[in-house]
């Protein structure tokens, strides 16, 4: 049964860049995509963008380009990295699976539970 | 890019029906959803996929009180004899080739 466990700082200084780990286990990373999803305090769900070992990564445009999303087969290990974070960053950080169907990019199957991410000074 | 709309809430008795609506923008009307649960302080949960014809595949564990339905650019999900572990809040997400979107969610109530 495949289990995905986020980790990272919990307190992020507004001059650092936010990164978080996604740890995949029980199954195979390169056969799906990889979303990282957030959700500020009280709020809705917002996806942040996605990745796929045999394919290109898509970024919610609303991150102005501050997003990296990258993929460590060896270590199973989705990463996300945003650069000048503000309060408005502040938020539960989730990763998730997407499967494909006949190649092309489908739902979400399987959620994190799950990291908190404070941005402040 | 496709929008989803879900009305902000919505509630029933124990043991009765409740049928959520999350409606696909002008232009979009036959895009496939999925539906998540999020119960109060844990993550979202993979409830089903949704195609426009109302076929519908759910996540494994699932009860069998949760359906799927389809008409024109709605997309249903049909909770059947409620139960207090059911109150929750419901997100429907669709997606393109580079893009996804979810729906603002709708919060259920179990009186």
């Known amino acids: 049964q495949v289990q995905l466990q986020e980790s990272g700082p919990g307190l992020v200084r507004p001059s650092e860049t936010l990164s978080l780990t996604c740890t995949v286990s029980?199954?195979?990373?390169?056969?799906?995509?990889w979303a990282w999803i957030r959700q500020p305090p009280g709020m809705g769900l917002e996806w942040i963008g996605h990745?796929?070992?045999?394919?290109?990564?898509n970024y919610n445009p609303s991150l102005k380009s501050r997003g990296t999303i990258s993929l460590d087969t060896s270590k199973k290990q989705v990463s996300l990295k945003l650069r000048s974070p503000t309060a408005a960053d502040t938020a539960v950080y989730y990763c998730a699976r997407i499967v494909t169907l006949f190649g092309a990019i489908d739902y979400m199957d399987v959620w994190g539970k799950g990291t908190t991410v404070t941005v402040s000074s | 890019q496709p929008v989803l709309t879900q009305s902000s809430s919505a509630s029933g008795s124990l043991g009765s029906s409740v049928k959520l609506t999350c409606t696909l923008n002008s232009g979009h009307s036959g895009y496939s959803i999925a539906w998540h649960q999020q119960q109060p302080g844990k993550a979202p949960r993979y409830l089903m996929k949704l195609e426009g014809s109302g076929a519908y595949d759910k996540g494994s564990g699932v009860p069998n009180r949760f359906s799927g339905s389809s008409s024109g650019a709605d997309r249903y999900l049909t909770i059947s004899n409620l139960q207090s572990e059911d109150e929750a809040v419901y997100y429907c997400e669709t997606w393109d080739s580079g893009f996804r979107e979810f729906g603002g969610g709708t919060r259920v109530t179990v009186l």
């Open positions: 990745t796929y070992f045999f394919g290109s990564t």
């Open positions: 029980g199954d195979s990373i390169s056969n799906y995509y």
